[in-house]
Structure formats: C-alpha cells, structure tokens
C-alpha cells in the first residue's frame, strides 16, 4: 500500500502514520523528521533548509521530491507518507514517481490544530522551532493556500478519503482500518 496523510499542522497526520506503520508495517516517512535530522547533523541539506524550517515556510518542490523518492524507491511492502506533498507541483511530481493506492485526508478546525500544537510544544521532551505560536499561524496560513487545490487533484484521481481528525484516536484509528483491510 502506497500511502498519503495530509491534513494541517496538528492534525494528526504522524500519529495515524506511526500506528499504520505498527499496524501494516508500511514504512512512515515524515517528510519534516527527515529535514530536522538533517538540519541537526549539520548536513549540507540541513544547511540548505535550516531557515526555511525555522521560518515556516516550504522547501522547494524539486528538493522536496528528491528526498521523497529516495526514501521511497527501495520500500516493497508499502509506505505511508506524512507532510508531503504540500503543493500542487508536489503532486503532481510524486504522481510521476510513483502510484498512490490511496490518499487520506485528516480535516480539524484551525483552533483545534492550534491547540494541539501549542500543547505539544509545552509537553515535548524535545522542543521544535516550528511550534511556536508565530510560526504555527503561518504554517497554517501556508496550509490553507495550497490545500483546496491539492484536495480537488486527488479528488479527480479518485484516491481522496476524508476523515474527521477531532475523533478520538481510537475512532480515527478504527476508520482508517476498515478503510484499509
């Protein structure tokens, strides 16, 4: 199964990856866990992104796929993509890289997502430069931009799935489940 999770920042994307991963055993990708550990290794990629992240703002489109397609490329029993694509060329450049089996798309309320963010910052044992409250709204202002048209692509290729993500996780965990056995 070729999986991806999109859904706004705090929606909960990573955590429903982590548990198909456990689940399925599909390969969870974070796009952005793979640029912060960059960026903390001091790598030239971590160097060429460490602004950006911090800042909030989207890697290149090109940079972004690269990643993604060397991260997915050796992966035979599946994968499960969380934090990309983010744009509509990001779309469209995975479509020419591989085949989705599906994509499903987590949707809250901007203050839910807020909270979660906020609560995470203030719980995590390790702190992200991407959660404070400055730099959520425009990640959140990003989100919103590119959403719709990245929804409407999927939706034409009839792979989009919607799923309420203010359930409880066992409810969100359940009906991503069923709609994957």
């Known amino acids: 199964m ?3 999770i999109l859904g706004m920042p705090g929606a909960g994307k990573g955590t429903v990856a982590a ?27 971590g160097k060429r992104v460490k602004n950006i992240l911090e800042s909030g703002k989207l890697v290149d489109d090109s940079l972004m796929t ?22 509509l060329r990001q779309c ?26 906020l609560n995470r910052s203030h719980s995590a044992s390790v702190r992200r430069s991407d959660d404070t409250k400055q730099v959520i709204i425009e990640r959140l202002a ?7 048209a990245i929804l409407d692509y999927y939706g034409r290729l009839n792979l989009l799935v919607k799923i309420n993500g203010t359930a409880s996780i066992e409810t969100v965990h359940a009906t991503v489940s069923r709609l994957l056995s």
Do not use: C, M
């Not at 499903?104 to 839910?112: G, R, T």
């Open 19 to 45: 548990y198909l991963e456990r689940k399925f055993g599909w390969r969870h990708i974070s796009t952005g866990d793979v640029l912060r550990t960059e960026v903390a290794n001091e790598s030239s990629l």
């Open 92 to 117: 469209e450049l995975l479509t020419s890289v591989t085949d989705l089996s599906k994509v499903i798309y987590l949707y809250v309320e901007q203050e839910v997502a807020i909270e979660r963010l």
């Open 66 to 87: 690269e990643i993604v397609k060397k991260a997915i490329e050796p992966l035979t029993s599946g994968f499960v993509l969380d934090g990309y694509p983010r744009t």
């Open 2 to 4: 070729k999986l991806v």
């Open 142 to 148: 990003l989100f919103q931009a590119n959403n719709q």
